[in-house]
């Protein structure tokens, strides 16, 4: 693997063939080069929107909420430990990217905050909440990997301003109201 990184020897081209560049760019961006690891070239946390909170306690989160009054608020209740909120998390920080007007907030799982947790009711993690303007609360689902999607739907909804009852109704109700006629 010595002669991926290094260059190609004075007797060939001095070119490096496009397979060496490819190994030597894949190596650096896993932080190992020469065999040693490559300082501040390894992957960490994905970055944080900048409409994206973080509500440690019960007046935070109030104070969150009061902020964004007007606004839509998605929150997204996790724990640090948590296999499943780890693996949704990236989709969760895109998710906030592509909606800047929304308000995103996360409310991780502290001893601190254990009845914030409670108090709202939140069954299991991950789990999230959406809060629409003069609406309040207005869904309440988890949010694993299972769910992420149906969270997604209902926010692009809520955003347009247009609600998807149509794809929750069946087609055989529609038949049966025109029998009846």
Not at 89 to 107: D, G, K
Not at 163 to 177: I, K, N, R, T, Y
Request: net charge positive; proline share 6%; hydrophobic share 35%.
């Amino acid at each position: 693997m010595s002669s991926v990184l290094e260059p190609a020897s004075q007797s060939s081209s001095t070119r490096m063939s496009d397979f060496q560049r490819r190994m030597k760019g894949i190596v650096k961006r896993n932080g190992v080069a020469n065999g040693r690891k490559v300082v501040g070239t390894s992957r960490s946390a994905p970055e944080r929107p900048a409409n994206l909170k973080v509500a440690h306690t019960l007046e935070e989160y109030k104070d969150q909420l009061d902020e964004s009054s007007g606004k839509i608020v998605v929150v997204r209740f996790f724990a640090t430990w948590c296999k499943a909120c780890k693996a949704i998390q990236p989709s969760f920080y895109r998710m906030a990217a592509l909606y800047p007007h929304i308000t995103f907030v996360e409310v991780p799982v502290t001893n601190h905050n254990a009845n914030l947790h409670q108090g709202l009711e939140v069954p299991s993690l991950p789990y999230g909440h959406i809060y629409y303007p003069d609406a309040g609360l207005v869904e309440e689902m988890k949010i694993s990997k299972k769910y992420f999607p149906g969270l997604v739907k209902k926010v692009r909804w809520y955003d347009s301003g247009l609600c998807g009852l149509d794809e929750f109704v069946p087609e055989d109700s529609d038949d049966a109201a025109e029998k009846e006629n």
